[in-house]
């Protein structure tokens, strides 16, 4: 089985992607962690479906797993949440030498990275991303956290996996507006990265989604391996798209557009703002819109949303009120650049334009 390493401080993990791998996932982390007793965090859609399969394995493996589950959707990526799972792990006997496994999508892996950082000061997370999303990008790069009512991810650590185990065969239960936004995060990569995968994606007929979410595995793992704390800028390159997707998510309530469906908008309004700022050409911004509608991707904000609420979220944003607006922009396809010369107004520009 071909794995990617991703280096981080003091070790690398490695991520495996391939299919059948939830049935091998006892012998896949039997060489690598020795604590018998583990706990299997999941939601409840996700255990319905998978969690039979792991503890099977896992035990036949001679590990002790104990399901814990957390209803579906990011309420539940909580402290009260994650106060529970400790005090269910507590029960249920886990100690310093026991782990965690992540079974789910990047809510599950957010949650579940967070407790095993501050259960017994931080016990190994073993991560098995089952959404496209997660196995291309929040399994991988270590940050976890959950969420207050003031906002998103604003409590939360930094807990590299153990391992990364993506099977590729839990995608097909995955719904198919959950599905399609992961492709924008691979989008991104491809946009921010690697002109070839980006001509890949235009002729992608849906072979090889193993190879494909390699790939991205590549990608992010390198960037993040480059800057694994977020200090140097390597690391903000991921945001492209972004900056106004987070924005548009809030405007929408978290309601009315997926993660992904936010970020498609947010790289068409990044890409006019790089058209204007940093030379990047029409056709290669055309080039963008088609590939993300492909995907099936939002090119357009509806007519009727209001672009006053993006603008004014965009405004709220905590990096903005402190002066400081840092921006990624691509000066073509396959490369980007953060700049500091893009301004409120220009934002607000392209977020008219959408
Ligand atoms: N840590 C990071 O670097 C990072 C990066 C990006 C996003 N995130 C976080 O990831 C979360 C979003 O992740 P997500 O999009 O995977 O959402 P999610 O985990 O909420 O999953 C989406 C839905 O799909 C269901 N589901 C998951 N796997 C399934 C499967 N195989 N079959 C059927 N249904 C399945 C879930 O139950 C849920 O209802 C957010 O909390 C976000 O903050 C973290
Ligand atoms: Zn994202």
């Keep these: 089985m071909k794995s990617i390493n991703v280096?981080?401080?003091?070790?690398?993990?490695?991520?495996?992607?391939?299919?059948?791998l939830l049935g091998q996932i006892g012998t896949i982390i039997s060489p690598k962690l020795k604590g018998a007793a583990c706990a299997l965090i999941s939601d409840e859609n996700v255990a319905r479906l998978y969690a039979d399969r792991v503890i099977r394995a896992l035990t036949e493996a001679g590990f002790r797993p104990t399901l814990m589950?957390?209803?579906?959707?990011?309420?539940?990526?909580?402290?009260?949440?994650?106060e529970q799972l400790c005090s269910r792990m507590i029960e249920a006997g886990l100690d310093r030498s026991s782990f965690a496994v992540a079974l789910g999508g990047g809510m599950v892996g957010d949650l579940a990275g967070f407790v095993a950082a501050i259960y017994h000061r931080g016990i190994p997370c073993v991560q098995v991303p089952t959404t496209?999303?997660?196995?291309v990008d929040s399994s991988i790069g270590g940050k976890t956290a959950v969420n207050t009512s003031a906002g998103k991810n604003l409590i939360g650590t930094w807990h590299q996996p153990e391992l990364v185990i993506c099977d590729v065969d839990t995608l097909e239960s995955l719904p198919r507006r959950e599905f399609r936004q992961g492709f924008a995060e691979i989008i991104k990569h491809a946009v921010i990265r690697d002109t070839a995968m980006f001509e890949a994606l235009e002729r992608f007929d849906g072979a090889d989604l193993a190879a494909l979410i390699r790939r991205n595995v590549e990608i992010k793992g390198a960037v993040v391996s480059a800057d694994e704390r977020e200090l140097t800028g390597e690391r903000a390159l991921l945001n492209f798209g972004h900056t106004i997707g987070h924005a548009i998510e809030r405007a929408g309530n978290y309601r009315d557009f997926l993660h992904g469906e936010a970020v498609s908008l947010g790289m068409v309004a990044a890409?006019?703002?790089?058209v204007r700022k940093a030379g990047l050409t029409e056709?290669?911004?055309?080039?963008?819109?088609?590939?993300l509608e492909a995907f099936e991707l939002p090119t357009r904000l509806?007519?009727?949303?209001?672009r006053e609420k993006i603008t004014s979220a965009i405004r709220?944003?905590?990096?903005?009120?402190?002066?400081?607006v840092r921006f990624v922009v691509i000066p073509a396809i396959g490369c980007a650049r953060l700049v500091d010369n893009v301004t409120i107004a220009d934002i607000e520009t392209a977020v008219k334009l959408l």
């Design 7 to 20: 280096q981080a401080t003091g070790r690398s993990y490695e991520v495996l992607v391939g299919p059948g």
């Design 69 to 82: 589950t957390v209803p579906a959707g990011e309420a539940s990526k909580t402290m009260e949440r994650a």
């Design 132 to 135: 496209l999303l997660a196995q």
């Design 271 to 274: 890409s006019q703002i790089s």
């Design 283 to 291: 056709v290669e911004r055309e080039r963008l819109i088609r590939a």
């Design 302 to 306: 509806p007519s009727d949303f209001s």
């Design 316 to 324: 709220f944003d905590k990096k903005f009120a402190r002066g400081e």
